[in-house]
């Protein structure tokens, strides 16, 4: 088992940066693949951008793609979603989670093919 603790969340202009921090404890961050989702208010929880165990392969979602970039640190045990040119929509809560087994190196686009999440943290854009 391995909890989630995200940070970094926050009220920024549009066209600002953030970076979210999301710090793995208990079992071996290195058996995890590592996902970011995120939720707007009303809509369903979608999927950012995913890691596999080694951070040799990440996927993004097309909305996110070329803006955003997802990292893991496996001696500091934390994953990172950097974010760069935020635009209104990207305002939504913000989501780290963990996939074990064949998930560690499957980049998972879908919220069923993690096994742990953290509790979020708010993202606000302003335009």
């Known amino acids: 088992q391995v909890q989630l603790v995200e940070s970094g969340g926050g009220l920024v202009q549009a066209g600002g940066s953030l970076r979210l921090s999301c710090a793995a404890s208990?079992?071996?961050?290195?058996?995890?693949?590592m996902g970011w989702f995120r939720q707007a208010t009303g809509k369903e929880r979608e999927f950012v951008a995913a890691?596999?165990?080694?951070?040799?392969?990440?996927v993004y979602a097309d909305s996110v793609k070329g803006r955003f970039t997802i990292s893991r640190d496996n001696v500091k045990n934390t994953v990172y979603l950097q974010m760069a040119g935020l635009k209104p929509e990207d305002t939504a809560v913000y989501y780290c989670?963990?996939?074990?087994?064949?998930?560690?190196?499957?980049?998972?686009?879908?919220?069923?093919?993690?096994?742990?999440w953290g509790q979020g943290t708010q993202v606000t854009v302003s335009s």
């Open positions: 208990g079992r071996t961050f290195t058996s995890y693949g």
């Open positions: 890691i596999n165990w080694s951070g040799g392969s990440r």
């Open positions: 989670a963990a996939a074990s087994g064949r998930g560690s190196y499957s980049l998972g686009r879908g919220p069923y093919e993690y096994d742990y």
